[in-house]
């Protein structure tokens, strides 16, 4: 046989193996999931946080979603029309598959359970959340801070975001260091306002724009940096648009008509 030939036999035996290893891996992870939401509910778990693995293999979506936390009832309902589905078109409609990001607050019916798309590495686990105020600083959070962080806060969205310390108090990138141009009380204002996201425009980072005029960025669920560009709330907004892919902007509030 020409030698061609094998070759070509050979891939596409080595293809067909890979898809149907992937497709195995997604059920596996799929059911893996449902089991934690189930045995959840029955421990009465109010709350599930997705935990994606953030390198340069995470999807989008994954990035985006990474640090949200869920509502057991919604997660429950998704797990139940999974397990109930009576063929595949009905499994499939449970849990689509997406491939973008999802910046926005309320969750559809259909989305939420991990996995999210084809060799989808993400998980949901259990959490408990909790208030705590450091140095005059209310946050809410799902554990403590650790000695590497000054905010870990639940955002407008729902997404537990964190500030470590070598961001905050390191130059990085920065003109100057974000400890100097924004207090903590200020970020978690910023966070706790958010009404427009949308997609960095030079890499994966994702730019949100706050009630109180503050241009934030995120890594996931790391907060890159916060700072107001200008005093007029116009400007500012205009900045977070010129940084943005502007087109494809998630509104959480539209308070911020007027500014448009």
Not at 194 to 210: D, E, L, P, Q
Not at 214 to 223: A, K, R, T, W
């Amino acid at each position: 046989m020409d030698f061609t030939i094998l070759n070509l036999i050979n891939m596409m035996l080595s293809a067909n193996t890979s898809y149907f290893e992937g497709v195995s891996d997604h059920i596996i992870s799929q059911m893996q999931n449902i089991s934690r939401i189930n045995e959840g509910a029955k421990n009465g778990v109010k709350h599930y946080k997705v935990v994606a693995r953030i390198d340069g293999r995470t999807s989008e979506c994954c990035r985006s979603m990474n640090g949200r936390i869920i509502p057991a009832s919604h997660l429950e309902a998704q797990s139940g029309a999974i397990q109930n589905a009576k063929n595949i078109a009905q499994k499939k409609s449970a849990a689509i598959w997406r491939n973008g990001a999802f910046y926005g607050k309320i969750l559809p019916k259909d989305f939420g359970l991990p996995p999210y798309h084809f060799r989808c590495r993400t998980e949901v686990v259990p959490v408990w959340i909790d208030e705590e105020e450091v140095g005059g600083v209310v946050m809410r959070n799902t554990s403590p801070l650790n000695k590497d962080e000054v905010i870990k806060h639940i955002d407008k969205i729902g997404v537990e975001r964190v500030l470590s310390k070598d961001n905050y108090y390191g130059k990085n990138n920065h003109s100057l260091q974000l400890n100097k141009r924004t207090s903590k009380i200020d970020i978690v204002r910023a966070l706790n306002s958010i009404n427009t996201v949308a997609k960095n425009a030079n890499n994966n980072y994702i730019n949100a724009f706050s009630d109180n005029g503050y241009f934030i960025v995120f890594n996931g669920d790391e907060i890159v940096t916060c700072f107001k560009p200008n005093e007029s709330k116009k400007k500012s907004f205009d900045y977070f648009k010129n940084a943005s892919k502007y087109d494809k902007k998630e509104v959480i509030k539209w308070k911020i008509a007027n500014l448009l």
